[in-house]
């Protein structure tokens, strides 16, 4: 009988969009993927926070903290939209994103594999796919904030919501992409990472991105009818694949 290696699914920003997430979730199911890793933004800016948290703990493995996790989570941010996702969110799951890791690390077919949300030194520090190699190569360092161990040669994150694979240096840098804002192709973005999960001997691995088609339309009801903040640009957003503010933190 032949052995089929490992594949983790590894999902990323959600964003309280329920029907990309159960879309995604959905096609991991048929393919027979039984571990899934969310790398974070659980809540905010879509409308079912609250849901889709609740399903992302209900799903996934592990999680890590982003941002938006973060911020909802802290309260110090007083604008409307922010506390109005907070509203939605109750103090339990706020507690739940309060406290989430900052990142996950195993091995994989004889690598160190490295998951966080933003970057190697915060969930607020954005790495574009555009930014030169030695910031690329930054990723894979040990900080304060990924915690001292084996340095990795395979690092995945998500922030961006826009996905990539990048080899350079003998390692591996890739983005997720988003499942439920992706700012690239208007399909929810998820990962895919095959091998020998958690052996240190030296055997095949991959990583592919996957693109899932939603009911994008259905996302933008759900917003209305929950009446969410700044619904014009999340819907133009969903949409187009087109950011309301290419400057502005995603």
Not at 35 to 61: Q, T
Not at 174 to 184: A, Y
Request: charge should be negative; aromatic fraction near 8%; charged fraction near 20%.
């Amino acid at each position: 009988m032949t052995i089929r290696p490992d594949r983790i699914a590894i999902i990323s920003d959600p964003h309280g969009n329920l029907p990309a997430l159960e879309a995604t979730l959905a096609d991991i199911r048929s393919r027979g993927i039984e571990r899934i890793l969310c790398l974070g933004d659980l809540a905010g800016k879509g409308p079912s926070g609250a849901e889709v948290v609740d399903l992302c703990r209900n799903a996934c493995e592990a999680t890590v903290q982003g941002n938006w996790d973060a911020g909802l989570a802290d309260g110090a941010d007083a604008h409307p939209t922010v506390l109005w996702h907070r509203e939605q969110l109750g103090i339990e799951r706020l507690a739940y994103l309060r406290d989430l890791p900052p990142a996950i690390t195993f091995a994989l077919s004889g690598h160190v594999v490295r998951l966080f949300h933003a970057s190697q030194q915060s969930v607020h520090h954005r790495v574009r796919l555009g930014d030169p190699d030695v910031v690329h190569l930054a990723m894979f360092d040990n900080t304060d904030f990924t915690g001292s161990g084996p340095t990795p040669d395979i690092v995945g994150y998500g922030d961006i919501h826009m996905g990539y694979v990048k080899a350079f240096s003998g390692k591996c840098l890739f983005n997720v992409g988003s499942v439920g804002n992706p700012l690239d192709i208007t399909e929810a973005c998820y990962a895919i990472i095959e091998g020998w999960y958690d052996s240190k001997e030296a055997a095949p691995w991959s990583v592919n991105l996957v693109r899932v088609p939603y009911d994008i339309e259905e996302a933008i009801r759900q917003a209305e009818a929950a009446r969410m903040p700044e619904l014009p640009a999340y819907a133009n957003e969903l949409r187009t694949a087109v950011y309301r503010g290419r400057q502005a933190a995603v």
